[in-house]
């Protein structure tokens, strides 16, 4: 995902939540993938059923991590 494509998904996400739309912010925010740096420390203080569940986007991590990060 490009940098201007997570900023239009920022904006729009911002928007929902100034209209009191925190679910669908968060929903949108979601969809932005997180840096591997964060994924990978959120998987080893929060685990990795809450970056599963959680509905995160995940796909930098897989990137730079591989298919497997998450279980190993």
């Known amino acids: 995902m490009t940098l201007d494509e ?30 591997p740096y964060h994924a990978k420390v959120m998987k080893e203080k929060v685990g990795v059923d809450f970056l599963v569940n959680g509905g995160w986007n995940l796909s930098e991590a897989e990137a730079e991590f591989g298919l497997n990060w998450l279980h190993s």
Not at 24 to 35: A, F, N, S, V
């Open 6 to 35: 997570k900023l239009a998904i920022s904006c729009r996400a911002i928007e929902l939540k100034n209209a009191g739309d925190c679910e669908g912010y968060e929903r949108l925010m979601k969809t932005i993938p997180l840096p």
